[in-house]
């Protein structure tokens, strides 16, 4: 019954995620705002935002941590696993070798985010410094660097930063995509607290911990928006839309883990189990050979590179060790 339960469940989000994306896109085109900015930001935002209900619903509904930890740790490998289909399948070799200038950026604050989550995973609580409250000092970090992210995105978001009369118009004929846009925002919200009560029963069914449950099923099902929308821009000639959405994804995915401290009694990065230590590592990993692979401008006569290569071996060793050590 929980596998139906599940089944009916995915099916509904994947559906209505997809069509928040689609919402998304639309009003980011319709403000003639950048490729790569509308991959990095508002696609990637609205595909994250499956992440962001289940993370939230499993620490404050279901009470468990480990669930949402791992949903967003196994979202970010599942999505970093999908440059190798996305360098493969836009056929002009290496993807990270020709990337642009913002989606570089990106990487950058990926990678910061990823090092510092690593850092307090390794270190335990000798990093972890709790502030008044459950909040850990890395979580302000994160939350600090992410926002400063964002305010370099302000100036090619809004890149006149005047509001015309004709743009007023614009906004206004845009109202009913708003409404739908949030309408369906509620709609994956609801489908997120779901999802996570079905998450701890299919813990307690098979006998598999929360994480592994957490970064392998709950984080496919919520990942799927990420991939139909990224190989779907592929197709379309929008290859740094595809990668923008990832990295800003998996960016949008780190930074809901202050958001997740907020419901737990005390700073939970300073104490993971052995498995959610390694799974940051790999994170990490994942961000080092990213930012390398764009640093390498060097292209070699194959459909794919050795670095997004490299990137889903490490995908799969990651989901692997949560499956052998919890």
Known sequence: MVWL???????????????????GVGLARAAHIEESVIGIFFLAVATSFPEIAVGVSSVSYVGRFSLGYGNLLGSVMINSMLLLAIDFSSGRGRVLANVTGTNFTTAVFLGIAALIIALTALL??????????????ESVLIAAFYFAYLNSLKKKVLPGGSVTAGASRRETALWPVWAAFLSLVLVVAVLGVWMANIGEKLAVTTGLSHTFVGATLLALITSFPEIVVSLAAVKTGAVQMAV?????????????????????????????????????????LISLITLAGMKIRSRFP??????TALIFASGVCGLAILFFVK
């Open 5 to 23: 339960e599940f089944t009916v469940c995915g099916v509904l989000m994947i559906f209505s995620a997809h069509a928040l994306c689609v919402k």
């Open 124 to 137: 335990g609580k000798v990093l972890s410094l709790a502030l008044p409250g459950p909040v850990g000092f």
């Open 244 to 284: 923008g959405n990832v990295l800003g994804s998996n960016l949008f995915d780190l930074s809901v883990l202050p958001v997740l401290d907020l419901f737990t009694k005390s700073p939970a990065l300073g104490t993971l189990t052995a498995g959610q230590i390694a799974v940051a590592g790999i994170a990490l």
């Open 302 to 307: 194959v459909r794919a590179g050795l670095d």
